[in-house]
């Protein structure tokens, strides 16, 4: 029997929620495949942060370090600015871990109407690359004569030759192994940022070379934006950075239905450090403990940390049963259509597993 130990980071809003149902999935499949899962839950987050001042202790990113991957539910919460949530404990845990591949698949799953006409089942099948540790998003900047008219503010971004091509490379090598189109879309703003983009858009084709079987397109982010709105179905395999992959994987959630739908995993190929899986959908104050939030997107998280695991049968078992539970539309929440609970959903799907 395989076992592994998994650190659980629930969070904020309905993180707990949603990760109470990935964790009751992921045992159903472990009793089915013989595999253990040992979860340390860390009580981090906004909670911490009202009675400690900080998101996470200072040592935190040492405790994690020993486990074979991370679970993450949320973070947000309304009394505390999203810069401080954000930056005092995701964005370190991918910088620090060396998550460099943000990856987010998207599908449009029978049973589910896109908000765009005459879409069939299975015609939208893309998935977002996004760099996870560099560009917009490195935490480089300042500011000067703070809340005067003569206010600066600077924030600078990131692009190395090493962070760009690994991430280029990624996107290529998974279009290799998809039964899809085999074809990768670049998304820069190159016309306007004439640095960074225009170097992202050298690399892009240099990478390129190197996969001839591939094919390959390069969009503005703008006209990548109307695309996905307009023929998703043209898209397979999409890189971009930080901030832009940040920004096409939510459209490209909404398009296939729901963000309640739409699972990520922050991911180090190379395995030097824990990965962490988490819906892409945020903390949801809104909706929190009214017992309605869609799970799927966490049970979708935790298959995908069940196939970096290398438990990719366990995995499969739980994407099938999740496409199940939708193509029945017995039992679905709220954000699908439907009147049932969180919890419901969770037993449901973690039946069909076990």
Not at 251 to 260: D, F, K
Not at 261 to 286: C, Q, T, Y
Not at 297 to 314: F, K, N, P, R, V
């Amino acid at each position: 029997m395989t076992s592994y130990f998994i650190a659980v980071i629930s969070g904020d809003g309905i993180g707990p929620e949603v990760v109470a149902e990935g964790i009751k999935v992921l045992q159903a499949a472990g009793h089915h495949f013989e595999i253990t899962f040992d979860f340390t839950e860390f009580e981090w987050g906004s909670d911490y942060y009202a009675k400690q001042g900080r998101m996470m202790p200072e040592d935190g990113l040492q405790a994690l370090l020993p486990f074979d991957a991370i679970y993450f539910g949320a973070v947000g919460h309304t009394d505390i600015p999203d810069h401080v949530t954000l930056h005092g404990l995701l964005l370190p845990i991918r910088r620090s871990f060396d998550q460099y591949v943000c990856l987010r698949p998207n599908i449009l799953y029978e049973g589910i109407q896109s908000p765009l006409r005459d879409r069939d089942a299975g015609s939208i099948d893309l998935v977002v690359v996004r760099e996870n540790t560099e560009g917009e998003y490195t935490d480089m900047g300042g500011g000067i004569y703070h809340e005067t008219p003569q206010e600066i503010s600077i924030q600078t971004a990131v692009f190395t030759r090493h962070g760009t091509e690994r991430i280029i490379r990624y996107a290529f090598e998974l279009a290799q192994r998809r039964a899809g189109k085999r074809k990768v879309t670049s998304v820069t703003k190159s016309n306007a940022m004439r640095h960074s983009m225009v170097f992202w858009d050298r690399v892009f084709r240099e990478v390129a070379m190197e996969y001839p079987e591939i094919q390959t397109d390069s969009l503005l982010v703008d006209a990548a934006s109307m695309n996905l709105v307009r023929n998703p179905e043209a898209f397979d395999v999409i890189v971009a950075s930080n901030l832009f992959g940040d920004i096409l994987s939510d459209i490209a959630a909404q398009v296939t239905g729901s963000m309640g739908l739409a699972p990520s995993g922050n991911i180090n190929p190379e395995r030097r450090f824990p990965s962490a899986f988490e819906p892409v959908h945020g903390s949801a104050p809104d909706i929190t403990g009214k017992g309605i939030a869609n799970p799927m997107a966490a049970i979708l998280s935790a298959a995908m940390m069940l196939d970096h695991l290398g438990e990719a049968q366990a995995a499969a078992e739980i994407r099938t049963a999740v496409e199940t539970t939708l193509a029945q539309g017995r039992l679905l929440t709220p954000d699908l259509g439907g009147t049932a609970s969180t919890s419901q959903v969770g037993d449901e799907i973690a039946r069909l597993v076990g």
